[in-house]
């Protein structure tokens, strides 16, 4: 089955506003183009919000950036030999409460940011990179459902919907009668001694859409959502690094703030320039697991070996976490999201990488961020680690998402190139 990578299929449009920005290029060498809203090819479909570009604030205006370009997102998917493509994917830019980002940076970096002293339009100055990689089970209906929502769940979800979320769990008995609320714990009720709760954060809020995702989804259709779930792995990627005119770009940013939120067993690495150093940002959420093993031991469910010799929960659950699957919430099965937060250093990481199963069982985490060192970009990053998974014989559904990181060596490359060029030149004079 050929790869289809997703940039192939969406023309790559850079969208502007006003004649100002005619012919600009910005700092990352993207070019903005003369009329508003405008694509050279046919098969461009406008979007609105966020949906199609990153925006970046300019002295003459705003400069969108295409997602679709093959430099910023790659991303490669393949139905394998299924006979149904139930893996799904989204990358968007989405923006989020300055104050609740601001908390986020305090609580878990310990620097003061305040994107309200930038004077920019909030919008602009509290925008995220939201890319997510859900991995269907039992239907494609669940991993569908949170790609075309789980974003605007994300924007549009409020701290007083933290009861609501709650009290849907709860209501789901068994496991879920005892639990305390996990990450958003202390926005259930009011302090007793009548002080307002913590301020609400990134993580928070992420906890919260995933709970009002799996919510809305189960209401959508009981049905189906009793037997089809998805697996999760979301990162957010936040510039801390602002410049005279705007934000800088998560793809050229000193300091870039990524939280990860992940349910199943999709799978986030991050590679370091360090010698190709791999980090996974993400645990697998099988029941034999160390940390869903002591979670879910009070309900004293079985956990049997299928013929493939994975361990399944009640003998027919093979992730101990996702959205959907409601039928075993009351052994729990959850859609609580595990985190993961990093300040990352620009010079200092390569690639984000994010696959689903069908990519990791059959390569290793090496394997995946070495097939993607020395590609040209993320989409031949992503193409080479799908390409690779197929060769030796993954025959799942299977998705690669890459996001390079700063790219600092550039400028030294086209200079020892041309520098090269101009030798040989003398050479055969």
Same mark, same amino acid.
């Given at each position: 089955? !050929?790869?289809?990578? /997703?940039?192939? *299929?969406?023309?790559?449009?850079?969208?502007?506003?006003?004649?100002?920005?005619?012919?600009?290029?910005?700092?990352?060498?993207?070019? /903005?183009?003369?009329?508003?809203?405008?694509?050279?090819?046919?098969?461009?479909?406008? =979007?609105?919000?966020?949906?199609?570009?990153?925006?970046?604030?300019?002295?003459?205006?705003?400069?969108?950036?295409?997602? +679709?370009?093959?430099?910023?997102?790659?991303?490669? +998917?393949?139905? $394998?030999?299924? #006979?149904?493509?139930?893996?799904?994917?989204?990358?968007?830019?989405?923006?989020?409460?300055?104050?609740?980002?601001?908390?986020?940076?305090?609580?878990?970096?310990?620097?003061?940011? &305040?994107?309200?002293?930038?004077?920019?339009?909030?919008?602009? /100055?509290?925008?995220?990179?939201?890319?997510?990689? %859900?991995?269907?089970?039992?239907?494609?209906?669940?991993?569908?459902?949170?790609?075309?929502?789980?974003?605007?769940?994300?924007?549009?979800? !409020?701290?007083?919907?933290?009861?609501?979320?709650?009290?849907?769990?709860?209501?789901? $008995?068994?496991?879920?009668?005892?639990?305390?609320?996990?990450?958003?714990?202390?926005?259930?009720?009011?302090?007793?001694?009548?002080?307002?709760?913590?301020?609400? #954060?990134?993580?928070?809020?992420?906890?919260?859409?995933?709970?009002?995702?799996?919510?809305?989804?189960?209401?959508?259709?009981?049905?189906?959502?009793?037997?089809?779930?998805? +697996?999760?792995?979301?990162?957010?990627?936040?510039?801390? &690094?602002?410049?005279?005119?705007?934000? +800088?770009?998560?793809?050229?940013? !000193? =300091? *870039?703030?990524?939280?990860?939120?992940?349910?199943?067993?999709?799978?986030?690495?991050?590679?370091?320039?360090?010698?190709?150093?791999?980090?996974?940002?993400?645990?697998?959420?099988?029941?034999?697991?160390?940390?869903?093993?002591?979670? @879910?031991?009070?309900?004293?469910?079985?956990?049997?070996?299928?013929?493939?010799?994975?361990?399944?929960? *009640?003998?027919?659950?093979?992730?101990?976490?996702?959205?959907? &699957?409601?039928?075993?919430?009351?052994?729990?099965?959850?859609?609580?999201?595990?985190?993961?937060?990093?300040?990352?250093?620009?010079?200092? %990481?390569?690639?984000?990488?994010?696959?689903? &199963?069908?990519?990791?069982?059959?390569?290793?985490?090496?394997?995946?961020?070495?097939?993607?060192?020395?590609?040209?970009?993320?989409?031949?990053?992503?193409?080479?680690?799908?390409?690779?998974?197929?060769? @030796?014989?993954?025959?799942?559904?299977?998705?690669?998402?890459?996001?390079?990181?700063?790219?600092?060596?550039?400028?030294?490359?086209?200079? =020892?190139?041309?520098?090269?060029?101009?030798?040989?030149? @003398?050479?055969?004079?």
């Amino acid at each position: 089955m !050929k790869a289809n990578c /997703a940039e192939a *299929l969406l023309p790559e449009c850079i969208f502007a506003r006003g004649s100002a920005l005619a012919n600009e290029r910005t700092p990352d060498g993207y070019t /903005a183009s003369l009329p508003p809203f405008t694509c050279s090819s046919s098969r461009c479909v406008a =979007r609105k919000g966020f949906e199609a570009s990153l925006n970046l604030a300019t002295v003459g205006g705003v400069v969108r950036i295409p997602l +679709t370009s093959p430099n910023v997102v790659g991303i490669c +998917t393949s139905r $394998g030999t299924r #006979d149904h493509q139930e893996d799904a994917f989204k990358a968007v830019a989405v923006s989020l409460p300055a104050e609740e980002l601001s908390q986020s940076v305090q609580k878990h970096h310990e620097i003061n940011w &305040d994107p309200r002293s930038f004077g920019l339009p909030l919008e602009l /100055a509290t925008q995220l990179l939201f890319v997510g990689v %859900y991995d269907g089970h039992g239907g494609r209906d669940a991993s569908s459902f949170l790609r075309d929502n789980l974003h605007q769940v994300l924007e549009n979800t !409020k701290p007083e919907q933290v009861a609501e979320a709650y009290q849907y769990l709860r209501e789901q $008995g068994g496991y879920f009668r005892r639990w305390d609320g996990g990450e958003l714990a202390p926005w259930i009720e009011t302090p007793p001694d009548g002080t307002s709760p913590a301020p609400f #954060d990134l993580v928070a809020r992420t906890a919260l859409a995933f709970l009002m995702a799996d919510k809305q989804f189960a209401e959508a259709n009981p049905q189906v959502a009793a037997t089809c779930g998805a +697996t999760a792995s979301v990162a957010l990627l936040h510039s801390l &690094d602002w410049r005279e005119g705007g934000i +800088t770009p998560f793809f050229s940013a !000193k =300091r *870039l703030s990524v939280t990860v939120a992940h349910v199943g067993d999709t799978r986030a690495l991050l590679c370091h320039t360090d010698g190709g150093r791999v980090e996974p940002l993400t645990e697998t959420h099988h029941a034999e697991a160390r940390r869903e093993s002591a979670r @879910l031991r009070r309900m004293a469910s079985s956990r049997v070996m299928d013929s493939f010799g994975e361990s399944r929960f *009640l003998g027919a659950v093979a992730n101990t976490r996702c959205i959907g &699957d409601s039928q075993y919430k009351r052994h729990g099965v959850t859609p609580e999201p595990t985190f993961t937060t990093r300040l990352l250093e620009g010079p200092h %990481y390569a690639y984000l990488i994010l696959v689903s &199963d069908g990519i990791t069982e059959t390569l290793s985490d090496d394997e995946i961020v070495d097939l993607a060192r020395g590609a040209r970009d993320p989409r031949a990053a992503a193409q080479a680690i799908l390409a690779f998974a197929e060769e @030796l014989g993954s025959q799942d559904n299977a998705t690669v998402i890459v996001i390079h990181g700063p790219d600092a060596t550039r400028e030294l490359r086209d200079y =020892r190139r041309r520098q090269a060029m101009g030798s040989e030149r @003398l050479h055969r004079m």
